[in-house]
T-cell receptor, first 112, second 112 residues
Framework: EDKVVQSPLSLVVHEGDTVTLNCSYE??????LLWYKQEKKAPTFLFML????IEKKSGRLSSILDKKELFSILNITATQTGDSAIYLC????????????FGTGTRLTIIP | AAGVIQSPRHLIKEKRETATLKCYPI?????VYWYQQGPGQDPQFLIS???????DKGSIPDRFSAQQFSDYHSELNMSSLELGDSALYFC???????????FGPGTRLTVT
């Protein structure tokens, strides 16, 4: 059974700090790893990673995948209160079995 | 840009009643996924459709059924509702087999 583990479960930092969120996974026939941000509503897509070692970047957020060690990290620099949310990591297996298996998420709280 | 549309956004039903949730994918998206998210939990995959055919099935109870129609919208039918069915139900859509899933705003179902 596919498995995704995120750490830490919860993180509280001050505005301006840099945070690193971790995601490790076990999946048969890995295809991609996705990061979503969930506030009070639906998960919002952040990144999709398929290749090892290639950093995806969007503003203050960046993410990288290590397929050998089966993990990914999500970095947020110069955090802002609007970054407060639950960050979900999900993995997807090969074509024909494309459902997302989610981790339990990291709840990030940014203190002004 | 157009997003995934779900209706209704909120639904209150009594035990043993029936509910129908609707999902309208992003235009040109041919695959639809249904997820259930209980309070404080990560989204759990229920069922998916590709080109109007069921493509994968997760932890969906036998009391639930779903289908995708010719216009690609999907409906999740839930019968004999139980208190434990109270959750947020997300629909996600994607284009083809190589792109990320985008989530709708969710339907919050409360069973009393």
């Amino acid at each position: 059974e596919d498995k995704v583990v995120q750490s830490p479960l919860s993180l509280v930092v001050h505005e301006g700090d840099t945070v690193t969120l971790n995601c490790s996974y076990e999946v048969t026939n890995f295809r991609s790893l996705l990061w979503y941000k969930q506030e009070k509503k639906a998960p919002t897509f952040l990144f999709m990673l398929t290749s090892s070692g290639i950093e995806k970047k969007s503003g203050r957020l960046s993410s990288i995948l290590d397929k050998k060690e089966l993990f990914s990290i999500l970095n947020i620099t110069a955090t802002q209160t609007g970054d407060s949310a639950i960050y979900l990591c999900a993995v997807e297996a090969d074509f024909g079995n494309e459902k997302l298996t989610f981790g339990t998420g990291t709840r990030l709280t940014i203190i002004p | 840009a157009a997003g995934v549309i779900q209706s209704p956004r909120h639904l209150i039903k009594e035990k043993r009643e029936t509910a129908t949730l609707k999902c309208y994918p992003i235009p040109r998206h041919d695959t639809v996924y249904w997820y259930q998210q209980g309070p404080g939990q990560d989204p759990q995959f229920l069922i998916s459709f590709y080109e109007k055919m069921q493509s994968d099935k997760g932890s969906i109870p036998d009391r639930f059924s779903a289908q995708q129609f010719s216009d690609y919208h999907s409906e999740l039918n839930m019968s004999s509702l139980e208190l434990g069915d109270s959750a947020l139900y997300f629909c996600a859509s994607r284009r083809g087999g190589r792109y990320e899933q985008y989530f709708g705003p969710g339907t919050r179902l409360t069973v009393t």
